[in-house]
């Protein structure tokens, strides 16, 4: 089945720019999906993609698609302490099933 | 509009007793799913619905049940809880097969 792999940790300086990576297996994903979970709280959706979509900018956000290697990217620019949290990529499947990733928690450093 | 919401928000129980959560949710969704978080283990999708009195499995359905009597509610049943079922489970909802709404979580803890 679907396989959705993105990195457990990152750390970034406060006004840096994050980048977190996800691939998956899928190459008939429809929607890709990031979403953030703040601590003690349920998952929020932040973006989404459309698989014939190469890149999707909104305010600070950033994603990336390269459909041939599957590989999706969230690029956050200017990043705050307010970004600190977990990031889940997420990956529509054939089945119209989403896959989530283990999710990327990100540390702000000061 | 409340969106998602959960009851309870924590609970000890211990081993062998049952439980029910609940879910409501006043978007009008069809889709509904039950989520269990794990720490290094992600998001696992326990049940789902994809409209009222319907009913499926996830990946992880063992140990859980489900009902969908109503199309806001979306019930969790564990009929006899296991240490193994100690985590935060996330209820989620969705127009169609795209964006999922989540619920704040419920925090199990089973001894």
């Known amino acids: 089945g679907e396989d959705v792999e993105q990195s457990l940790f990152l750390s970034v300086r406060e006004g840096d720019s994050s980048v977190i990576n996800c691939t998956y297996t899928?190459?008939?994903?429809?929607?890709l999906y990031w979403y953030k979970q703040e601590p003690g709280a349920g998952l929020q959706l932040l973006t989404y993609?459309?698989?014939?979509?190469d890149m999707k900018q909104d305010q600070r956000l950033t994603v990336l698609l390269n459909k041939k290697d599957k590989h999706l990217s969230l690029r956050i620019a200017d990043t705050q302490t307010g970004d600190s949290a977990i990031y889940f990529c997420?990956?529509?499947?054939?089945?119209?099933?989403?896959?989530f990733g283990k999710g990327t928690r990100l540390h702000i450093l000061p | 509009n409340a969106g998602v919401t959960q009851t309870p928000k924590f609970r000890v129980l211990k081993t062998g007793q049952s439980m029910t959560l609940l879910c409501a949710q006043d978007?009008?969704?069809?889709?509904m799913y039950w989520y269990r978080q794990d720490p290094g283990m992600g998001l696992r999708l326990i049940h789902y619905?994809?409209?009222?009195?319907?009913?499926a499995k996830g990946e992880v359905p063992d140990g859980y049940n489900v009902s969908r009597l109503k199309k806001q509610n979306f019930l969790l049943g564990l009929e006899s809880a296991a240490p193994s079922q100690t985590s935060v489970y996330f209820c989620?909802?969705?127009?169609?097969?795209?964006?999922?709404?989540f619920g704040p979580g419920t925090r199990l803890t089973v001894l």
């Open positions: 978007m009008n969704h069809e889709y």
């Open positions: 619905s994809v409209g009222e009195g319907t009913t």
């Open positions: 993609i459309f698989s014939n979509m």
């Open positions: 899928d190459s008939s994903s429809t929607y």
């Open positions: 997420a990956v529509m499947n054939r089945d119209d099933k989403i896959i």
């Open positions: 989620a909802s969705s127009y169609s097969a795209g964006e999922q709404f």
